[in-house]
């Protein structure tokens, strides 16, 4: 039985890959300090996996908090959610996103490097890749940030390719996240955005439980079937597996990798929109407003090395994204 560091485990992701550890047969240590998600989430955890986990309430940024985590017990790897998310935020207060972001990323490393433990599964994101050039997006496609939050993200991806570099005992899995949405089956754990959401599924639920009047969708002019932005979704189930798939490569492999993760299928806002309206029963109003600045057209990815490499593919469609996710909004109005 390995045990596991999950930086972040208290939030979105970060708790649904908990679950899928603890189910797996992993003892679990969360690393959390709540910024952005609750303490309720735990006890959903214990009612949804062994409770083979123990909480440690704690800014990754702590250095001295880390040393003390890892002299307490032997840590056979480390999988690093911890950070602030939202793109448009990032862009008003760069400096607090490059101090949370690229700051818990340098001190955790450090830590690790202290105590010996050089295996990490990271938490990137498509982000990094920009308005991209064609599609589907390769790994190896351009890289181009566009905002502050993405910067955080490559900056941190680059520490971590220079690391491994410097040292081949690292073992690295950089994984890119698509767009994560849905949530566990049981309606226990989900998204629970703090104030406005960052992501569209959100935005559906809440006017689908009647905290939002309609859904805006931010242009009909793209040069996609329908003329919204197309997305690749991806349940954050399937998600949290292809962190127990990078972590099982790292451990058998005794290498590096850089992952997209993703279904590899683009679907539209409005086919999103509408397609949660007919699984679910529950109308969904939108009215089309202006693009956003920034926004871009298309965005999925090519799953070929996650497939081939990891032994890893989504299996979870688009309904059983809506499904699951009003399950939670609707049993979790006002969310934890």
Not at 49 to 56: C, I, Q, S, T, Y
Not at 251 to 266: K, M, Y
Request: charged share 20%.
């Amino acid at each position: 039985m390995s045990t596991i560091l999950v930086t972040g485990g208290a939030g979105y992701i970060g708790s649904h890959t908990v679950v899928e550890l603890l189910n797996a047969g992993h003892q679990v240590i969360i690393v959390d300090n709540l910024c952005n998600s609750s303490i309720a989430v735990l006890e959903r955890i214990h009612k949804l996996a062994k409770p083979n986990f123990r909480f440690v309430q704690a800014d990754v940024r702590d250095g001295a908090a880390l040393d003390r985590l890892f002299a307490e017990q032997p840590i056979d790897g480390v999988i690093h959610f911890a950070g602030l998310k939202a793109v448009g935020e990032s862009v008003s207060q760069p400096l607090r996103y490059f101090d949370n972001n690229v700051g818990s990323t340098l001190a955790l490393l450090q830590a690790m490097d202290r105590a010996g433990v050089r295996r990490i599964v990271f938490s990137s994101s498509a982000t990094v890749y920009g308005d991209p050039q064609q599609v589907p997006i390769t790994e190896d496609s351009r890289l181009q940030v566009t905002n502050p939050y993405g910067r955080t993200k490559l900056m941190c991806e680059d520490i971590l390719r220079d690391l491994q570099v410097s040292d081949p005992r690292w073992q690295v899995a950089i994984l890119r996240y698509f767009n994560p949405v849905g949530a566990h089956i049981s309606g226990l754990i989900g998204e629970h955005p703090n104030g406005i959401p960052n992501n569209l599924m959100p935005f559906i639920t809440q006017v689908a439980v009647g905290q939002r009047e309609f859904l805006s969708i931010f242009g009909r002019d793209y040069p996609t079937p329908d003329g919204t932005g197309v997305r690749d979704y991806i349940h954050v189930v399937d998600l949290a597996q292809g962190h127990l798939a990078a972590l099982h490569y790292l451990q058998t492999q005794q290498t590096s990798i850089t992952v997209n993760l993703g279904t590899g299928q683009g679907v539209s806002v409005q086919e999103l929109a509408d397609t949660f309206a007919r699984v679910t029963g529950v109308p969904v109003p939108y009215r089309f407003v202006d693009r956003r600045p920034g926004d871009v057209a298309a965005c999925y990815a090519d799953t070929t090395r996650a497939r081939e490499a990891l032994g890893w593919q989504a299996h979870l469609g688009v309904e059983r994204m809506c499904q699951d996710a009003w399950r939670w909004q609707s049993q979790n109005p006002k969310g934890y």
